[in-house]
């Protein structure tokens, strides 16, 4: 069983759509949980970070799960630029050692 | 400010040859990270250094790969010799030790032939 395990999509969606991505987790000793955006043939970036109580940053909020291992992602009012593969992460072992999803890929289309 | 930067972006060379990947990372931060990301597997850390100093490498595949960090400001990974299977993207990524969030460079495409 990966660490990690996402759906790898892709789900396609209209502009102003609502669109939710899940992530399971195997290790139950991980502290800290991320969601990364990727745009095709590029790096990596921080999209938001995710706490227990859950957080939102404008059309995105994040929620954690820590009985079920259980991580979710969700876009409000989808726009084109939020096309990206959007990769759960979590920590194991101390905060240097990031486990990355497959990711998920989005497409939004007008 | 600059971001993480890595050279060459691309990379093509021939089984058996040596290649050498660069990374400069952001200037301050204490920590450094090798990834490579392919189809089949993902994105995999394969080597971290804090203050220059390798601490866990048990992610890098075998004895052909090889990772060093001279001073702060300089990294590199070297696979020698390469295979084709060696193909894929290497990113570096730095981060604070005051912070949770590492910051990623353009990555190097290596194709092997």
């Known amino acids: 069983r990966k660490e990690v395990e996402q759906d790898p999509g892709p789900f396609n969606v209209p502009e102003g759509a609502t669109v939710a991505f899940n992530c399971t987790y195997s290790?139950?000793?991980?502290?800290?949980f991320f969601w990364y955006r990727q745009d095709c043939r590029k790096e990596p970036k921080l999209l938001m970070s995710?706490?227990?109580s859950g957080n939102e940053d404008g059309r995105f909020t994040a929620q954690l799960n820590r009985a079920s291992q259980y991580i979710s992602l969700l876009i409000r009012d989808s726009k084109l630029s939020d096309s990206a593969t959007y990769l759960c992460?979590?920590?194991?072992?101390?905060?240097?050692?990031?486990?990355f999803g497959a990711g998920t890929r989005l497409a939004v289309h007008p | 400010d600059a971001g993480v930067i890595q050279s060459p972006r691309h990379e093509v060379t021939e089984m058996g040859q040596e290649v050498t990947l660069r990374c400069k990372p952001i200037?301050?931060?204490?920590?450094l990270f090798w990834y490579r990301q392919t189809m089949m597997r993902g994105l995999e850390l394969l080597i971290y250094?804090?203050?220059?100093?390798?601490?866990?490498d048990s992610g890098m595949p075998e004895d052909r790969f090889s990772a060093k960090m001279p001073n702060a400001s300089f990294s590199t990974l070297k696979i020698q010799p390469s295979e084709p299977r060696d193909s894929a993207v290497y990113f570096c990524?730095?981060?604070?030790?005051?912070?949770?969030?590492?910051?990623f460079g353009p990555g190097t495409r290596l194709l092997v032939l």
């Open positions: 990524a730095s981060r604070s030790g005051t912070q949770e969030t590492q910051y």
């Open positions: 290790n139950s000793a991980s502290q800290s």
């Open positions: 995710v706490y227990s």
């Open positions: 992460v979590v920590n194991s072992g101390g905060y240097n050692k990031l486990i």
């Open positions: 200037s301050g931060h204490d920590y």
């Open positions: 250094f804090n203050n220059n100093v390798p601490i866990d």
